[in-house]
């Protein structure tokens, strides 16, 4: 999945959903790919969640920059264009794939 993809979007949904979300941004937090990642926050579904995400950066556990690998947006074709012209911020690469 990961590596057909142009870009990842989780919906609501629940342990699974929160799970893969993660781990692609921390794919791309490590520099494992540079493909935009976003929330559709249906209804206000995952206002916790980035809340979350805004307080680690108060706190010092995540940077600015690997904050804004997570585009949020409550309107999915408003985030389909953001996905489709967004850059997402290269972060420090921790780790390098092997391709061969």
């Not at 941004?25 to 995952?46: E, F, M, Q, R, S």
């Not at 307080?55 to 995540?62: C, D, I, M, P, S």
């Not at 949020?72 to 389909?80: G, M, V």
Request: include cysteine; aromatic fraction near 10%.
């Amino acid at each position: 999945m990961a590596e057909l993809s142009d870009a990842f979007i989780a919906m609501p949904g629940g342990y699974g959903t929160f799970e893969e979300f993660c781990e692609i941004i921390t794919w791309a937090h490590l520099g494992l790919h540079h493909k935009p990642c976003g929330i559709l926050n249906v209804d206000g579904y995952y206002d916790s969640l980035l809340m979350l995400f805004d307080r680690a950066v108060e706190e010092g556990f995540l940077k600015p920059a690997n904050r804004r690998l997570v585009i949020e947006q409550t309107n999915p074709d408003r985030l389909l264009d953001l996905l489709a012209t967004s850059t997402p911020p290269q972060t420090e690469k921790w780790i390098t794939r092997d391709e061969s």
